[in-house]
């Protein structure tokens, strides 16, 4: 089985069991971006760090992951958002058309600064 397929996998099987504790270095994040910012969250999960920043005032949202179970679940999560997009999606099918505009965050991804 490949990565991709695995992790797929391993996802939807635990989308509603897992939590995670690793959180967002969120002083560092608004040294570079502003709250009228795009932001693309590659590998959301269950929206974990786009719930803190949306609290935050951060409004202009998307989150992608691999796993339609990890969607779902930020869907209820996160309900209440406006202007805020969950799809599933792989990542090694991505092109710069998908993250054109967007600043990049990747909580599943080590952090780039």
Do not use: P
Request: net charge positive; proline share 0%; charged share 25%.
């Amino acid at each position: 089985m490949d990565s991709i397929k695995y992790h797929k996998k391993y996802w939807d099987k635990y989308a509603n069991e897992k939590n995670f504790v690793i959180s967002l270095q969120y002083e560092k994040f608004t040294e570079y971006v502003k709250k009228d910012d795009k932001i693309l969250d590659v590998g959301c999960g269950y929206g974990r760090t786009l719930n803190q920043i949306y609290h935050n005032g951060y409004k202009y949202l998307n989150g992608i992951d691999i796993s339609i179970n990890m969607i779902e679940r930020v869907e209820q999560i996160c309900s209440n958002f406006k202007k805020v997009l969950f799809e599933e999606k792989n990542y090694k099918t991505m092109n710069g058309n998908d993250c054109n505009g967007f600043y990049y965050i990747g909580t599943n991804i080590k952090w780039m600064w």
